[in-house]
DNA sequence: AATGAATGAGGGTTCATTCAT
DNA sequence: TATGAATGAACCCTCATTCAT
């Protein structure tokens, strides 16, 4: 008997998801070179011919996982310009994320790492990521902008000054990938360089919460 | 007659150079993966086989071009601590060099993400990595201590502090190598971020300069 | 609807068989070295790569030739000395054996050649090479032991005697592998070499049969 | 100043002789297609290129190598059948040989097991092979011949019987050269085979000196 | 939907040999 | 005579992907 459309989709989204977290899991040990579509297939006992019906290629399979990240960390920050919370708190909230990110996605570093790489090769992959980062910009740009209007902010270029955060992510983020909690600390690295930053582009001193 | 062991000497030194030369643009051009070694040849004019009279593997190829570059940095950031510099100046220079590196070196921003990528998974390269981090940073160490001592800058932890240069100029490399020149300016925000980071860590409000 | 494990494992005996044979025919003609996996791909008609899924290399290729010739005459010569024939028929079955061997298997002396010198290399390979000996030998040991005991051999060394059937064996082959059928006649020689071998060692002498 | 022609055949004679010795060397530890020329140079301190000089190439290198060898045992077994020594007297000779050989020439083991694979893929080394086999059974079968008309063999088939002193020692060379001394006892087996055979050929029993 | 046998292009690497000095 | 830099053909093996069942 076969099966119903019902269940048929039910089968595929199980799969999917399945298949998107070994291949996270992979990825971050292997990286994207060192991966073989069958290490991904074994990891969740199936064959390698399963994989494709379910992603197109690795390549796809690898953009997809990273995906599935960009949308979480884009729907926060979409929201921050727009959100009730004050400057200070905006900046604060953007450090929470990035803690919680650090200590509990610990195991996403290495991919991130390997998809930069990845992005100076493949021509969709950088144009994802350009968005990303547009978008993720435009959000402090526009936090930036209210400050400076606010008169809290000094008035700098706010093109510079809007990539600063991310700069900062990212810095950390590849290092701890790299090195490790043994020589890097991230959640207070990120803390103070935010702090540093947020505090020089005020126009009165206060102390940091 | 055989070529006299100066004569040798030479041509061994001029090869390498063109090898290693040829080896960065390929895989700046390529990436790790995309470059072949039948590539870099060609770009030179020789045989594959002549590569591997000079280095044993596309991997050590790949680990002396950024070995060459290591080195570099680290011999003018040793020297930091040491020179006459006041503490601003230091800073100063740091930017300086980040600047000509922005500038003058531009083609290797994308083989020092790759090789980022490649620290993953190869633990001689990670080793070498560590290794590089922990001498810059035990430079800027000594920059903070000596501030901190002479009552320059806050009593902040040293510890994380002292990765706060290199979190930026990773961070902003990173950034750069991905998005070009269009979506960031490299030597703006390094300088905008190590400016806010250097002003917040005195002891008194200064204009930045 | 896939194949069931019952059509796979078919699938994989007869692919198996296949690449065995051919093996064994190409390294006959080539060598070892000469034979390149893609003459013995050819010559059953699938790719390079589906060898790659019978045996992990080369290496392992070659020395499954070897093993299923050496488990043949391994199950043969163990039952000798458990088999009820008397010590004379022994004889005479190892020279039935072998003739038998030098007229049906002639296209495997070569490639025995090319093992032993194989064996000198390959640590592996000379293991269950001195495994095979060491049981072939035991065998004779047997047979010895049993005639002495009964009277009809004289107390000669064991150790030493019981290597000689194999030593006649593997001489008459390596000279019938170089010469060829031309300069030896390994059969006949066989026979002789074992019958005077036979006959000095009995107690009493008797005509050849 | 140039140098004589005297001084250069000095050399030239020296050289070989290095070469040979240190191939020789290297061939019985790698094998023929495991030993490089590189290696060969090295062992004896001069370059690749020098090899050329003295040898065509690697092939004739090796051919040489065993040619030294066969020349030796071609010189000392031809002149067995003239010499004033009676039939047991020349068959005690073989033995001794054999004895030296396995005792004094054990490096040369592996050699000759090389040998005889590359004869199999090389028209020429087996030419070569087969004339040393042709002198040598020849020899033996002088003596045969010999035995034979004054009655102290009987009448066997010299053409198979003759090859059997050489098939008792390669075998016993094969076998050492792979198990090693631990497995066999080449003196002694060499010994009781060619005794068993030689008495098994006397018309009279005579019991071994 | 799932399987796994099969494909085949692709590239790193080795090494005997050549040749300019 | 000697050197060693250079050559370049050769081949094993990998693995993403396809396809018959």
């Given at each position: 008997m076969p099966r119903t459309a019902a269940q048929n989709k039910e089968i595929r989204q199980t799969r999917t998801q399945q298949i998107l977290e070994a291949a996270r899991q992979v990825f971050a040990e292997q990286g994207f070179y060192g991966a073989r579509m069958s290490d991904i297939a074994q990891a969740i006992g199936?064959?390698?011919?399963?994989?494709y019906h379910y992603f197109r290629s690795k390549d796809e399979l690898f953009l997809a996982v990273l995906n599935v990240w960009n949308e979480q960390i884009k729907a926060i920050v979409q929201q921050l310009p727009n959100s009730d919370l004050s400057t200070v708190d905006k900046f604060w909230l953007v450090n929470q994320l990035a803690a919680s990110f650090f200590e509990t996605g610990e195991d996403l570093l290495p991919v991130l790492v390997e998809y930069w790489a990845y992005t100076l090769r493949n021509p969709e992959a950088a144009a994802s990521f350009r968005e990303f980062f547009i978008l993720m910009q435009q959000s402090f740009k526009d936090i930036l902008q209210a400050g400076i209007e606010a008169g809290e902010?000094?008035?700098?270029?706010i093109e510079i000054a809007s990539a600063l955060p991310l700069i900062i992510l990212d810095g950390v983020t590849l290092l701890t990938a790299i090195l490790g909690k043994d020589f890097m600390q991230p959640v207070e690295q990120t803390r103070l360089a935010q702090e540093l930053v947020f505090e020089g582009l005020l126009t009165k001193m206060e102390e940091p919460v």
């Open positions: 199936v064959s390698q011919g399963t994989m902010f000094k008035p700098v270029d």
